[in-house]
């Protein structure tokens, strides 16, 4: 039997999840995957500290946050690549991410080389 959309994109959220308390050492509140087209879109709530909030109420401040996230996440590229690809049985042929200073939010994209969604068809 093949697996349905929805528990890839939970196997996706929960893979992130127990990678991010790994790697990064702590975890998002929560995580939410969806796939569409050639894309894995991953949107993880609650990801900044209550110390980065308040470095995040001057400009320089969020470019910092921005900057010092954006590089621990990138740097864990291959292991999320690695993650997807158990997962989904596909290779990632690119990865999109960014935080949001206001709201604690960070967007991964992980591009597929097919459209994958249509593999549920």
Known sequence: ????KGFIEAEISKAL???EKEYLGRGSVS????ILN?????????VLTPAEYAVCQT??????IKK???DLVESGYDLLKKLV?????ETVISFHTDISTRTG???IIFKLPLNYEETFS
Do not use: A, H, P
């Not at 995580?31 to 969806?34: E, L, P, S």
């Not at 400009?59 to 910092?64: D, L, P």
């Open 1 to 4: 039997m093949s697996k349905s």
């Open 17 to 19: 999840t127990s990678w």
């Open 31 to 34: 995580v939410k995957t969806n």
């Open 38 to 46: 050639d894309m894995i879109i991953v949107t993880l709530q609650g």
């Open 59 to 64: 400009k320089e401040g969020r470019y910092s």
């Open 68 to 70: 010092l996230r954006s």
């Open 85 to 89: 690809l158990e997962i989904t049985g």
């Open 105 to 107: 939010e960070r967007i």
